[in-house]
């Protein structure tokens, strides 16, 4: 995990000192956060914390908690926010990999509690990034109305994070975000999405194993939206009146037919596909533009699929 | 209840004075679906607003405010009806789409006739057919039948004289087809990539705003335009044409040679005029080679372009749900109506 320090302004503050924050999780969009916040100043510095081990972690989030007082005591930061964007749980998880996330989830959370009570002159505020396709798998045109359906464990691991963030007694400002399919750059060492995977076999003439059929509709958004999105909300938005839950969805459905045209075009190469029906998450699940909030702006998919063909060949010619 | 999804994709160019009412007759057509307990929901009503020149971009933000189920996009120029309508398709998450004129000449009430005709006979797109003048104008709906005869003469594709802007298409075709569909594609053609299986539902409509006005939407130009969008779109089957003349015209100077040859060695007295014939035959020969090799060109070309086009080596459908909606209508009294027709299917 990371804790980001806000940037050291020289001189008398001239505006209210902005947020310490704890990020937990550095994979797809943990990256995305973390350069977000570094654009705008703030310091990177790494805690260690194990995701196996639980009487390890226990320990080390005890340290991290111990580092997170210290500096909200300290003269720097007015506010705290944690963002949960740790996972490793996908769609085809079993009830057992689940089950010790949501153990890791209620160990941050609890954190955030304790230090929510114990700096009352600090407010907290925790941010969860959680999954539309968990939540509402194989429904379309999801609005207001829709609840969730959930028909697998991790829907249910996202459910259950939701439910005990929203129970919280604590002091705290909570913010969920339900997010469609993300894509962006793959950070070092972590998972590939889809349109990353079309893009990379693409380049190097490989097959794509792709979990679905030709028809089947998804809502693609850019990693970097939603972490410009989350990040304006810590910084800025919090303590402002609003809905607990945000939608981030583009709000316009691709077909991976679509997607597929669309990366064979950007790359100008032909794609080598397989196509596995039965397994996890090949149903449709769209999104009802009316459900995203304000101030939300996701990038065409076009768009962002020749960014992250433009940051492919920069990755593939410098190494 | 398992229930089927159903989308309504409208381009807008100028429809401030009908738009109003167009949603009020979607709502009211939603609400009998839902009081009549049929399996199908209206989703959504994409409405695209292709730069209209009237009030048609405020009074789409209205009506999306006031109906959950009004979508509005808004494109960033004017790119015209079919852009703007696979716009609307790609956008659309319903198992069925139907795209719909903003002008109140396609009523939302056929809609469910039209998926009734859809699923019973195993299309993938049903087009309304006009059941007698559309225009109210012996000119304008005869020059328009003409029209389509001459397009389906040219590019060889039977089903030009069904294409009609109102039709109810499966959604995952119509997905597939509008993303392959350019700037330059026609895309009923571009549909006929993905399927062959469409007919047509005979259908009253009127185009009140010609009736009205006596002034179409289609100026001369834009017809030109269209058709040239269905010639370009469509596989150039003429081209052979040309390829088969050249080879005739070779075949023919090489038999006529054989001939003269002949005549030349057995009757040596019956050629007066020396020169003329290998002349001729030269002609004919290498002219007809070049046809020949312009049309092998031409072909080479046109497969390019279809294939950069997007023309599909396959696409998968899955018509499994259908059965929840022939089984709906299967319980309901046989409905009323002109009988539907299959559209030819012509070779891939």
Redesign the interface.
């Known amino acids: 995990m990371l804790v980001l320090h806000p940037p050291r302004r020289p001189g008398p503050p001239r505006e209210p000192p902005r947020p310490l924050v704890a990020l937990f999780g550095v994979g797809l969009l943990g990256c995305a956060v973390r350069d977000a916040l570094v654009g705008r100043g703030y310091r990177p510095r790494p805690l260690a914390l194990s995701w196996d081990d639980g009487p390890l972690q226990r320990r080390q989030l005890d340290t991290i908690a111990a580092s997170l007082g210290a500096t909200l005591e300290g003269s720097a930061p007015g506010a705290l926010g944690l963002v949960w964007a740790a996972g490793r749980a996908g769609f085809a998880s079993s009830q057992a990999e689940t089950a010790g996330e949501l153990e890791s989830f209620q160990r941050v959370l609890a954190l955030a509690e304790s230090t929510a009570r114990s700096h009352p002159e600090a407010p907290v505020s925790f941010h969860l990034l959680s999954s539309i396709g968990g939540l509402f798998e194989g429904r379309r045109a999801i609005d207001h109305d829709s609840t969730p359906t959930v028909l697998r464990p991790y829907g249910d691991l996202k459910l259950r994070q939701e439910e005990r963030l929203l129970a919280s007694d604590a002091p705290l400002e909570r913010r969920i975000y339900r997010l469609t399919s993300v894509f962006g750059p793959t950070p070092r060492g972590g998972r590939r999405g889809l349109i990353a995977t079309l893009i990379h076999n693409g380049l190097r003439h490989r097959v794509t194993r792709i979990v679905g059929r030709l028809s089947t509709l998804r809502d693609f958004i850019w990693t970097g939206d939603v972490a410009s999105y989350l990040v304006a909300d810590v910084l800025e938005r919090c303590g402002q009146p609003r809905p607990p839950i945000a939608t981030l969805a583009a709000g316009k459905p691709a077909s991976i037919h679509e997607l597929l045209r669309l990366v064979e075009s950007t790359i100008g190469r032909r794609l080598y596909v397989q196509f596995d029906f039965g397994l996890a998450n090949s149903m449709d699940t769209t999104v009802s533009p009316s459900l995203l909030p304000a101030h939300w702006r996701a990038r065409s998919l076009g768009t962002a699929v020749r960014q992250l063909h433009r940051a492919a060949l920069g990755a593939a010619s410098s190494g | 209840m398992d229930r089927i ?1 159903v989308s309504t994709v409208t381009p807008v160019y100028q429809g401030a004075a009908t738009l109003e009412e167009l949603v009020r007759q979607l709502d009211r057509e939603r609400q009998a679906w839902d009081r009549d307990g049929l399996p199908l929901e209206l ?2 009503a994409i409405f695209v607003d292709d730069d209209s020149i009237d009030d048609s971009a405020a009074i789409l933000a209205d009506l ?1 405010a006031r109906y ?2 009004v ?1 509005a996009v808004t494109l960033s120029r004017n790119f015209g009806q079919h852009p703007a309508t696979v716009a609307g398709i ?5 198992d069925w789409i139907a795209t719909l004129d903003e002008d109140l000449q396609h009523e939302p009430r056929f809609v469910l006739q039209l998926l009734r005709e859809a699923v019973e006979h195993g299309w993938d797109i049903a087009y309304a057919k006009p059941l007698d003048h559309v225009h109210e104008s012996l000119f304008r709906d005869q020059s328009s039948r003409i029209y389509k005869w001459l397009l389906t003469l040219a590019t060889g594709n039977p089903n030009v004289r069904a294409f009609n802007s109102f039709r109810v298409l499966r ?2 075709v119509a ?2 087809a ?3 569909s350019s700037h330059d594609t026609y895309l009923d053609v571009v549909l006929g990539w993905f399927s062959r299986h469409l007919g047509t539902l005979p259908l009253a409509l009127k185009d009140q705003r010609y009736v009205a006005r006596q002034a179409s939407g289609y100026t001369f130009f834009k017809l030109l335009s269209h058709a040239r969008k269905l010639l370009v779109s469509s596989q150039t089957k003429w081209l052979r044409l040309g390829a088969m003349v050249g080879v005739g015209a070779m075949v023919f100077s090489i038999a006529l040679a054989l001939y003269m040859l002949g005549q030349k060695l057995s009757y040596p007295a019956s050629i007066d005029v020396r020169g003329w014939l290998s002349l001729f035959l030269g002609i004919v020969f290498f002219g007809g080679l070049s046809s020949f090799l312009l049309g092998v060109v031409l072909e080479y070309l046109s497969t390019l372009l279809l294939q950069s086009q ?1 023309k599909p080596t396959f ?4 018509r499994t749900r259908d059965a929840i909606l022939r089984e709906f209508f299967a319980r309901q009294a046989p409905h009323a109506g002109a009988s539907p027709t299959p559209t030819p299917r012509p070779a891939a």
């Open positions: 999804l989703v959504e999306a959950p189920w979508r790609l956008h659309s998450s319903g959604g995952s997905r597939a509008a993303s392959v997007g696409f998968v459908v899955d």
